[in-house]
C-alpha cells in the first residue's frame, strides 16, 4: 500500500502562510462628528424610556394606538375580550415549540392589561391581528 504524499500537508500550510502575507490590513474607520449628548434623564422618570429610545416624550403617546387595515387583515388594539385567544395561544402546542412561555387566564388578563400603559409609556406597542372577513 503506498504512503500519502508527505509533501501535501507543508504545501497546504505554505500557501495559507503565502496568502496570510499578502492581506492588507482594513483601514481605521474614519472618525464621525456627533452631536452633543443630552441629559440622562432620572431612572424611572417618565421621560427615561424616550431618552432611550432618542425620542421625544409624549411624541407617540399623545395619540390613541391607531387601528391598521391590511386587506383582509386588521391591527387593532388589544382588548379585554381578546383573553380566550391569547390563552389558547399560549397554550397552542403548535406556537410552544418557537415560545415556550405559558399564561394562566390571570396572566394573560394582566398582560392585555398593561398594553395600553406601555403605548402611554412608549415603551412598546401591540397589536391584536384579527380578520375583517368574518
Do not use: F
Amino acid at each position: 500500500m503506498p504512503t500519502p504524499h508527505p509533501v501535501a500537508k507543508p504545501a497546504a500550510r505554505r500557501t495559507v502562510e503565502t496568502l496570510s502575507r499578502t492581506v492588507t490590513p482594513h483601514p481605521a474607520p474614519t472618525p464621525t462628528v456627533t452631536a452633543p449628548r443630552r441629559p440622562v434623564p432620572a431612572a424611572g422618570s417618565p421621560h427615561a424610556a424616550a431618552h432611550h429610545r432618542g425620542g421625544t416624550p409624549g411624541g407617540v403617546a399623545r395619540h390613541p394606538l391607531p387601528d391598521i387595515p391590511a386587506g383582509d387583515l386588521l391591527l387593532r388594539p388589544w382588548q379585554a375580550n381578546d383573553l380566550p385567544a391569547v390563552h389558547a395561544a399560549y397554550t397552542d402546542p403548535d406556537i410552544r415549540r418557537w415560545h415556550c412561555r405559558t399564561m394562566t387566564d390571570d396572566e394573560a388578563r394582566a398582560w392585555l392589561a398593561a398594553w395600553p400603559h406601555r403605548w402611554q409609556r412608549e415603551t412598546a406597542a401591540g397589536w391584536a391581528v384579527t380578520d375583517t372577513t368574518g
